[in-house]
């Protein structure tokens, strides 16, 4: 995608082919990626955006995947390794905060930036890797919510392919309705999530303090020390056996983050009053994963021994059957009854939950991607309500996948989608900090560094910290399958496959547009867009409060 440029040399109104459109006869002139009739439609509020990133943060890497984690790895290494990549995933969401909220334009995503900022080859390989890396999400979900559904005695006589079929269209008809639909369903999603994980967390200290049925002692971290905080990963002892047990946690804890932070950058073209909306969301959402992930991975260790023999770990010797989740594991074995069917229903709706936010990025990155030439032109096509049909339909055939499940077992599926997505989310990461790294240099170039609506702090530094640690965890992201005897080449295949697509995707288009290896910092345009942005802020106007229930209201969505 060419840059215009003026005979004064000045960057044009419509450079990065966007297109001015006036929205509503009342409104200011609106840069708009799309033509007239494939417009997105803002339609998203601010309850609905952040419960959106935070619903698609919290799905089944917290509720099933964390118990392959305790059993592989012990209770230490698991609450270490979502502590530490909740620092990256901060990193990563200032890095797409500063960015989105100076330029929220509609039908903006993270590749878009990448080719303004850094180069149209790396933009071209980068979005193609996020509509992959999401409709390999939406797969995941689905395996995983299958998994989840069996847990019922009666649910296990139908056939999994027909409670994956139901899973899979639910989130069609929620991603093809109008966007205001979508974000509601969302929204009332994520707050099932969200209030299951409360009340787990308080459930967790009642167990902590040995207050169930069961129970008649304090249990208090007694996991920990029976039979241990760490498990001797793959029975490598001493420690180099504990350190690995960390890595390999702190590795495929990222499957239950990636491109979460990319979400709200996504839904920011279809956000009412962005430049309010998206800051607010930005500076919650972590604070909320800190809460809900790091509360959630404590109570998880009190909750269930490393080596109980019915966790997802389990599932390969066909001891665990589908009851996957340590928290319902947990709460069997303390003697409540009913309530682990509640939770596991909880399990359902989240996974639920983060595969529609899912197939909802997924389309949005195959739209943008057309509008800007790096996909075909027919993903841009909407409905009248906004809505792009084509995208939408085309990254959930992905999500059949899932049906997969149907001649492997459940477990072996849902870790190939682990394995495919985290190794793809880390890439997206490293890209997404080096388009920021780029976007401030520019900046600093054209004096505009304190025009920014939204600043974070720890910059460049934190970016090139993360850059250099996330680099890391992306080589070694297959370690554990050169540690396997024997060797399994399609667990190695899915751990590396996406570096040799996304440098093919790299390479072959700058062979065949002979871009140069980057846009110099001087040709970097930060202007185009910031005044058409700065006039939409201009006419919002601020929310007032007429009574403190209301206020309440205001300041927590």
């Not at 082919?17 to 007239?36: D, G, H, R, Y």
């Not at 079929?165 to 008809?173: A, D, N, Q, R």
């Not at 389990?314 to 947990?330: D, T, W, Y």
Request: include cysteine; proline fraction near 4%; aromatic fraction near 14%.
């Amino acid at each position: 995608m060419e840059k215009k440029v003026s005979n004064e040399g000045h960057v044009s109104n419509d450079s990065y082919n966007l297109n001015i459109e006036a929205s509503q006869p009342a409104e200011t002139a609106e840069f708009n990626l799309a033509n007239k009739h494939d417009q997105l439609e803002r339609g998203l509020k601010s309850r609905h955006i952040q419960f959106l990133a935070l619903g698609g943060a919290i799905g089944t890497g917290l509720f099933v995947g964390s118990g392959g984690i305790l059993s592989k790895c012990g209770p230490a290494p698991l609450f270490m390794a979502y502590i530490f990549m909740m620092a990256i995933v901060w990193t990563v969401m200032n890095c797409l905060a500063e960015m989105v909220v100076l330029l929220p334009m509609r039908g903006i995503t993270v590749p878009y930036f990448v080719e303004r900022f850094v180069d149209p080859s790396l933009a071209f390989a980068a979005g193609w890797n996020y509509w992959y890396v999401y409709a390999i999400l939406v797969g995941a979900e689905a395996s995983a919510a299958s998994i989840v559904i069996n847990y019922w005695p009666g649910a296990a006589k139908v056939h999994v392919a027909v409670w994956i079929t139901i899973v899979l269209f639910v989130m069609l008809f929620l991603n093809i309705i109008a966007v205001q639909f979508f974000g509601e369903a969302e929204f009332w999603f994520a707050s099932v999530k969200l209030l299951a994980i409360l009340g787990l967390i308080i459930l967790g200290v009642v167990i902590f303090f040995g207050g169930a049925p069961n129970q008649d002692h304090v249990r208090g971290f007694y996991y920990w020390d029976h039979p241990g905080a760490f498990v001797q990963y793959q029975g490598v002892g001493g420690s180099t056996g504990r350190f690995l047990a960390f890595w390999h946690a702190f590795i495929t804890a990222g499957f239950a983050f990636i491109t979460s932070p990319e979400l709200i950058a996504i839904a920011a073209g279809e956000t009412v009053a962005p430049r309010r909306n998206i800051p607010k969301a930005a500076r919650r959402f972590v604070w909320r994963l800190a809460i809900f992930y790091g509360c959630s991975s404590l109570i998880i260790g009190i909750l269930v021994a490393s080596d109980d023999d019915r966790l997802l770990g389990a599932l390969a010797k066909g001891e665990g059957g589908a009851a996957a989740s340590p928290f319902v594991i947990g709460i069997q074995r303390v003697g409540i009854s009913v309530l682990n069917h509640i939770i596991n229903a909880a399990i359902l709706t989240s996974a639920w939950s983060a595969g529609n936010s899912f197939l909802y990025s997924g389309s949005r990155v195959l739209y943008s991607m057309s509008l800007t030439g790096n996909a075909p032109r027919i993903f841009s096509k909407t409905t009248r309500l906004g809505v792009p049909w084509v995208a939408v339909l085309t990254t959930f055939a992905v999500g059949l996948l899932s049906y997969l499940n149907v001649s492997n077992s459940g477990e072996k599926v849902f870790n190939w989608f682990v394995n495919l997505s985290t190794i793809s989310g880390y890439i997206a990461w490293i890209i997404v900090m080096i388009t920021y790294v780029r976007f401030r240099k520019a900046l600093m170039y054209n004096n505009l560094m304190e025009s920014r609506p939204y600043k974070t702090p720890l910059q460049p530094y934190a970016s090139y910290f993360m850059i250099g640690l996330v680099s890391l965890l992306t080589i070694t992201n297959g370690f554990q399958t050169f540690m396997a005897k024997p060797f399994v080449p399609a667990d190695f295949i899915a751990a590396y496959i996406t570096i040799p697509l996304v440098l093919i995707l790299y390479f072959g288009h700058k062979i065949v547009t002979r871009t140069r290896f980057a846009i110099p910092v001087h040709e970097i345009d930060v202007i185009t867009g910031v005044k058409e942005m700065d006039e939409l802020e201009q006419m919002d106007e601020d929310r007032v409060a007429s009574n403190w229930l209301q206020k309440a209201w205001y300041w927590l969505a």
